[in-house]
């Protein structure tokens, strides 16, 4: 039985798991922007979110990434070879679209984690620049199983969250999208968090 950790079948992983909106061919009409280079669209079925959340409540954060607000790499968790797969044929197409990247631009993931935000920690992130040219936030739980949250733009003056589970938040990373996130008043939140870096810049810094 196919599950979020087994892509051997892609065909198969992307129907049960890529959002029906996402496979749209004319992403421009898909995006929208919800602040100032501040983007979202469909990515992730509520399937994979649900399926990703019951495996993190039965697994032991034995990571050293433990911090302020619980986070796991997808590395550890196994499941970076669909996340990179659907970066390909799914997330990288948006970037692309919004952005108007150069031909020859070549994308990477970098870190990429599960946060868990919950009104028993201390749920929040101060303001902060990410190390990532884009970064992404993907809703992983369902709003009515929390209150609060989101991320905070300072450029804007606006907690942003994505609409609905599955769906994805994009924004520079450095520089000009400086952010924090807000606490969580009641209940847990999942997001997925993802730093794409832009390799032919830093090839280019290489030389």
């Known amino acids: 039985m196919i599950s979020i950790f087994d892509c051997n079948d892609w065909p198969l992983w992307t129907e049960k798991y890529i959002h029906p909106m996402a496979y749209s061919e004319n992403k421009n009409i898909m995006i929208e922007e919800v602040g100032p280079d501040i983007i979202q669209f469909p990515l992730f079925t509520e399937e994979f979110c649900d399926e990703l959340i019951s495996f993190l409540k039965t697994k032991k954060n034995t990571t050293n990434q433990i911090t302020d607000y619980n986070e796991i790499s997808i590395m550890d968790l196994g499941l970076f070879e669909a996340y990179q797969k659907a970066f390909i044929d799914y997330i990288h197409p948006y970037i692309y679209e919004h952005w108007r990247l150069a ?12 946060s868990k935000f919950d009104d028993q920690l201390k749920s929040n992130l101060g303001f902060h620049h990410d190390e ?3 970064t ?6 369902d709003s009515d199983d ?5 991320t905070f733009f300072k450029k804007c003056n606006k907690t942003i969250s994505p609409k609905k589970k599955g769906w994805v938040i994009a924004h520079p990373g450095s520089i000009t999208h400086l952010h924090s996130v807000k606490p969580i008043e009641s209940g847990t939140r999942y997001n997925l968090v993802s730093y794409l870096l832009d390799e032919t810049i830093i090839n280019k810094i290489k030389k």
């Open 132 to 134: 990532s040219m884009v």
């Open 146 to 150: 929390f209150e609060g949250g989101g």
């Open 136 to 141: 992404l936030n993907v809703l992983l739980s």
């Open 103 to 114: 031909s020859d631009t070549y994308w990477s993931i970098g870190h990429t984690f599960i």
